[in-house]
């Protein structure tokens, strides 16, 4: 099961979910598979292996050991794996999470996508610099791996070097995943404001989608033929899906029915909800 942050979309993508759902969430229309209880972009897909998506960043790590704890307590073979940023890492709750993970032997991976920005604060403010994050993870008694976050393959050893400890009852993996936020932290967000202009442009480890297919051409296992066809069969994808989900409605067009928000939420009726729905005439 997946602990996302905002930044794991590519997770779900990668379980097959339907574009054109994502996007029908985005304008919260009528098809919208949550109905209108999530912000836009917060996506929960429980078949896909994908935990709601919360906007309170320090609650991954929690969630995560809590709910590797109770499979282990289980029995169960699966594992768990939450990601938290590095400014995350400066909230209580990455402390809490640890000692549960160490002290119960969670089967889980915690991964720390260390972009050096929180929003317009430096990493040098969630941590001494004198230190990494990944060594944090020794005083709890469980690896502490920090790796090139933009190296697709690194990642993935990394990833299933963990996953195997997990499975074989070793326990928690604490992973530093080193990279760099390029973008702004979001629409709303100017980072000329507080960074070097030039900055982006100064970042010496690449783009991680160009560095594998820099790799692989070399190998001879990719081709720039492929790449473009992959390219226009991706686009075309995007293109259609939005197409789909603007037929159905962008926001306000179309959306789901007042009574959805009383449904779903509590397994029995409150009596609020119960009061609510009559006060609406429902
Ligand atoms: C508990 C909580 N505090 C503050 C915020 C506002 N906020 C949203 S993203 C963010 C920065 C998070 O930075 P980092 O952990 O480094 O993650 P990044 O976005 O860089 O991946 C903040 C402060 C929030 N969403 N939740
Ligand atoms: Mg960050």
Not at 185 to 197: A, C, F, V
Not at 208 to 216: D, V
Not at 250 to 259: F, H, I, N, T
Not at 270 to 278: A, H, M, N, P, S
Request: glycine residues 8%; proline residues 4%; contains cysteine.
């Amino acid at each position: 099961m997946c602990f996302p942050t905002y930044r794991q979309v590519g997770w779900l993508l990668a379980r097959g979910y339907p574009l054109v759902k994502l996007i029908n969430q985005i304008f919260n229309n009528n098809d919208d598979p949550l109905k209108g209880k999530q912000l836009p972009v917060l996506y929960s897909a429980r078949d896909f292996g994908f935990y709601s998506l919360s906007g309170n960043v320090g609650t991954r790590f929690g969630h995560a050991v809590g709910w590797a704890m109770a499979k282990a307590y289980r029995n169960s073979d699966d594992i768990a794996i939450g990601f938290i940023g590095d400014g995350t890492t400066a909230e209580g709750s990455f402390h809490e999470a640890l000692t549960f993970a160490s002290v119960y032997k969670a089967p889980v991976i915690l991964g720390i996508t260390n972009n050096q920005w929180a929003i317009s604060t430096f990493t040098g403010l969630a941590t001494n610099q004198d230190t990494t994050f990944a060594s944090k993870a020794l005083s709890y008694g469980i690896p502490g791996l920090r790796v090139d976050g933009n190296d697709a393959l690194a990642v993935y050893s990394v990833l299933e070097w963990a996953a195997d400890r997990a499975r074989h009852g070793h326990g928690a993996t604490l992973i530093e995943f080193f990279t760099y936020r390029s973008g702004a932290h979001s629409t709303s967000d100017d980072p000329e404001r507080y960074r070097p202009k030039d900055e982006a442009s100064l970042w010496p480890l690449g783009d991680p989608i160009e560095r594998l297919k820099q790799h692989l051409l070399a190998n001879s296992e990719w081709s720039e033929e492929r790449d473009d066809e992959i390219q226009k069969v991706l686009d075309k994808q995007v293109t259609e899906s939005l197409k789909e989900a603007e037929r159905i409605g962008v926001l306000g067009e179309s959306k789901p029915d007042v009574r959805e928000m009383f449904e779903g939420v509590f397994k029995e009726q409150d009596w609020r909800v119960k009061e609510q729905l009559k006060e609406l005439g429902l």
